[in-house]
């Protein structure tokens, strides 16, 4: 592109999306950016930096629901000052909420990007980004590449695969499909930050954090810098055009190496229940993770009284998906292939503690329980 790309942010509010937009600000990468979520920035408990990234002279806020056509259809009208249409559409909008029905999650990710994907063709959009998950099947040995076999073990992931399929049904239209693991990083509420908090409350109760399964299950992650930079590259190259890409950092995470972070950052010991043991949860699971949540939600929620907190987005809370025995493992030599470095290549305590930092200045987690 002979000049600066305008963008159309899709979900633009959401954990990715305001990363995205700092990301694209801070860098001058786009001459307009218009960000469109049908929550407001003002209660999306952004912090100072991402705040000031909505302030950016450049930066269009549009509040629309995307699953309504009429909406998603005025969310890609032209900027109203320059005329100019979008070059590139990110969409980071999904319905993520845990616990919901399948009609739910049919409506809020596969009608949504179907809208989106539509409204984009219709205004010829130079390239369409569909952030799609890496919970599309499981594998403990060997990390799965982008023309896996497919088994998706999240609602959310089932639906996220038709959006795939239907993409790469559609001729002579310009996408990229990014599949992403556990997304950490500043400004984090479902990924890594129930466990984060999790080993804090245990921390209080001065007791052995104990978890199902064993330390060998594969959690694969990538920081949310990553995450932006990445696609952006993406969405500017040709290469990447109609193509498929893990996300993923080179730390071949898993459950005993994330515990291990935190057991160092809340001085905890940490204990598994181990195959046999949380083999015997499968037959109540429901019951399992009702149990798990009591115990952690009620201190949480005296830590926060004791801290002064009485309004924090920031949750213990654990959905049976989350306790699954199913392996994230995803590899991204198609990534490096492309040309992309990782910024950070595997998961460090300083990157832990700068999530909980960012949240403990916007007092939003216990200072009582910081390290």
């Given amino acids: ?19 995205l937009l700092t990301y694209l600000v801070d860098n001058n990468l786009s001459a307009e950016i218009r960000v469109v979520d049908k929550t407001p920035p003002q209660m999306a408990w952004l912090n100072a930096k991402q705040s000031k990234a909505f302030e ?10 995307l699953i309504n056509a009429n909406s ?7 900027h109203p000052t320059t005329g100019r249409s979008w070059d590139i559409v990110i969409n980071c909008a999904a ?25 984009s063709v219709n205004v010829q959009a130079k390239r369409y980004i569909e952030l799609s998950s890496g919970c ?17 073990w999240t ?12 993409l790469q049904s559609m001729e002579n239209f310009s996408y990229t499909i990014v599949r992403l693991p556990i997304v950490y990083g500043i400004g984090d509420k479902r990924y890594l930050m129930p466990r984060i908090i999790i080993a804090a409350i245990y921390k209080h109760l001065n007791e052995v954090m104990k978890l199902l399964w064993n330390d060998a299950m594969r959690l694969a992650t990538v920081h949310v810098d990553d995450v932006c930079a990445a696609i952006w590259q993406l969405a500017l190259s040709e290469k990447a055009n109609r193509e498929i890409y893990n996300i993923v950092d080179d730390a071949e995470s898993t459950q005993g190496s994330i515990s291990d972070i935190l057991g160092d950052i809340f001085s905890i010991n940490i204990d598994y229940f181990g195959i046999v043991m949380s083999n015997l949860t ?46 994230l493992n995803l590899d991204n030599s198609k990534l490096k292939e492309f040309g992309y470095q990782l910024k950070h290549p595997k998961v460090t305590n300083e990157l832990v503690k700068a999530i909980i930092d960012d949240y403990v200045e916007q007092k939003l987690f216990p200072k009582s329980l910081v390290f």
């Fill in 72 to 78: 998603c259809k005025n969310a890609f009208v032209p």
């Fill in 95 to 119: 319905e993520t909420r845990p616990n919901q029905t399948d009609a739910v999650y049919k409506e809020g990710i596969l009608k949504l990007s179907m809208n989106c994907i539509n409204e």
């Fill in 155 to 166: 609602a959310v992931a089932k639906q996220k695969l038709k959006v795939e399929k239907e």
């Fill in 282 to 327: 499968k037959l109540s699971l429901s019951d399992t993770v009702s149990e798990i949540n009591d115990k952690h939600m009620e201190p949480w929620a005296e830590i926060c009284q004791q801290n002064g907190l009485s309004n924090t987005p920031l949750t213990p809370y654990l959905d049976e998906e989350q306790l699954y025995h199913k392996h």
């Fill in 136 to 152: 599309i099947n499981s594998s403990e040995k060997t990390p799965l590449r982008e023309d896996c076999k497919t088994d998706p």
């Fill in 1 to 19: 592109m002979s000049e600066k790309p305008t963008v159309l942010l899709l979900g633009g509010c959401g954990f990715i999306g305001r990363n």
């Fill in 56 to 65: 950016n002279e450049k930066v269009d806020f549009c509040s629309a629901n």
